[in-house]
């Protein structure tokens, strides 16, 4: 079975450091890969995704997340994080195909530091 | 055009009691998925549908279950409640259901407690 692992339960950072939540996941294929971003008592949102092609992904809000298959890893990155960026952010993947049934890895709550 | 919505937002019920879930996918969209977030976890994938037939079901017991209707909306229901089905339960749609790539668009969610 998929599994994905983010190995930061909470990670602090100052505001304007950069920043790079790990995901590592467990699969014979290269899935589909996924970030999302959640704020309290909110839904999730989708930072930037993966399907295939170039291993550098950019997604919304400044974030930018690297395939790296040799590593099995997809780590999110922004090179200055700002204070509406404190969230719990969590990888997913999913079968190719079956995008609509994600495997979650169990998050990473950003704390922001003035 | 507004997202996908789900009622109620809120919810309290106690343990053996049956409770149903709902959720209004973004206009146009035909599949849903429903997962169960417990406080601190990630959320577990639970269902999805795609033209009113379950295309996927996770690891959750015969208490749960759910249905599309022709408008695409969904129900979400669980029967004899327990202590530990406490948790968001998160809606999310995407136009299709069968291969593409289209990513899910989640709900803000609706909070069940038991007592």
């Known amino acids: 079975a998929q599994s994905v692992t983010q190995p930061d339960i909470h990670i602090t950072v100052s505001e304007g450091a950069s920043l790079e939540l790990r995901c590592n996941y467990s699969y014979g294929a290269t899935p589909y890969l996924f970030w999302y971003v959640q704020s309290p008592g909110q839904g999730l949102q989708l930072l930037l995704k993966y399907f295939s092609g170039d291993t550098l992904v950019q997604g919304i809000k400044g974030f930018e997340a690297e395939f790296k298959r040799s590593q099995s890893s997809f780590n999110l990155r922004k090179p200055s994080v700002h204070w509406s960026d404190a969230a719990e952010y969590f990888c997913a993947v999913a079968l190719s195909g079956s995008a609509r049934q994600l495997t979650f890895g169990s998050g990473t709550q950003l704390t922001v530091l003035p | 055009d507004a997202g996908v919505t789900q009622s109620p937002t809120h919810l309290i019920k106690t343990r053996g009691q049956h409770v149903t879930l709902r959720c209004s996918p973004i206009?146009?969209?035909?599949?849903v998925s429903w997962y169960q977030q417990v406080l601190g976890q990630g959320p577990q994938f639970i269902f999805q549908?795609?033209?009113?037939?379950?295309?996927g079901r996770g690891n959750f017991p015969d208490r749960f279950s759910a249905r599309q209707f022709p408008n695409y909306s969904s129900e979400l229901n669980v029967n004899a409640l327990l202590l530990g089905d406490s948790a968001l339960y998160l809606c999310?749609?995407?136009?299709?259901?069968?291969?593409?790539?289209?990513?899910?668009?989640f709900g803000d969610g609706t909070r069940l407690s038991i007592l």
């Open positions: 999310a749609s995407s136009f299709s259901g069968i291969g593409g790539n289209q990513p899910q668009h």
């Open positions: 206009s146009g969209h035909k599949s």
């Open positions: 549908y795609y033209e009113k037939e379950e295309r």
